[in-house]
């Protein structure tokens, strides 16, 4: 079984600052995606990021990259130049590429500061 | 395009009543999945279904809890005889495909039961 975790339920950062949440995760796959959403107050659930296992190059949209460490089974995000409406609750999550069930990690909820 | 639309936004019920949540998939979406975020959680997989199926319900508690996507309208999430613990946000998303990378959520349905 898949599980993801995510070590901080709460990261701060200062408007324009980079910050970086983390997240760890475990499968038997080798063909496997992970992801990161968004969910602003709102409630909606955002697909910030997405990276394919079998990709070396690190995904970025962006403001937001990640850090995919294969071996360390380590995928965080990076946030360049935060601004007040990324601050959100965010959660990793991961998917098995022969299934169609993502699994969540708790989340980290992100402050941004003016 | 009008996205994944879920309502009620907000229902609220009082225990042994039943909670019927609703969701229209995107255009051209032929797969549905539920989702429950309980309180300081991710969300975790209830049900995957397509038109008139229920391909997998593993995530669904044995009792209470039942789900369809007809051939005509919304998917419906029904939750019989509520108790305390199933307040909670019931997000749904759905896909071209069978497969979760390229999933859109909807922005959620949160259950309060009195």
């Known amino acids: 079984a898949q599980t993801v975790t995510q070590s901080q339920p709460e990261m701060s950062v200062q408007e324009a600052e980079t910050v970086t949440l983390s997240c760890t995760y475990d499968?038997?796959?080798?063909?496997?995606?992970l992801f990161w959403y968004k969910q602003p107050p709102s409630r909606q659930m955002i697909l910030v990021i997405r990276q394919e296992a079998y990709k070396q190059q690190n995904a970025t949209e962006n403001r937001f990259s990640v850090n995919f460490q294969k071996a360390a089974k380590s995928f965080s995000l990076k946030i360049s130049d935060s601004q007040l409406g990324d601050a959100a609750m965010y959660f990793c999550a991961s998917l098995e590429g022969s299934n169609y069930k993502l699994t969540f990690g708790k989340g980290t909820l992100l402050t941004v500061n003016p | 395009n009008a996205g994944v639309m879920q309502n009620p936004r907000h229902l609220v019920r009082r225990r042994g009543q039943e909670a019927r949540l609703r969701c229209s998939p995107m255009?051209?979406?032929?797969?549905v999945y539920w989702y429950r975020q309980l309180p300081e959680e991710g969300l975790k997989f209830m049900v995957y279904?397509?038109?008139?199926?229920?391909?997998?319900e593993s995530g669904m508690p044995k009792e209470r809890f039942s789900a369809e996507f007809p051939k005509e309208g919304p998917s419906i999430l029904r939750i019989q005889q509520v108790v305390r613990g199933d307040s909670a946000a019931y997000f749904c998303a759905s896909s071209t495909s069978a497969g979760a990378n390229v999933l859109t959520f909807g922005a959620g349905s949160r259950l309060t039961v009195l």
């Open positions: 255009k051209g979406h032929s797969h």
């Open positions: 279904l397509q038109k008139e199926n229920i391909i997998d």
């Open positions: 499968t038997s796959e080798s063909d496997y995606y």
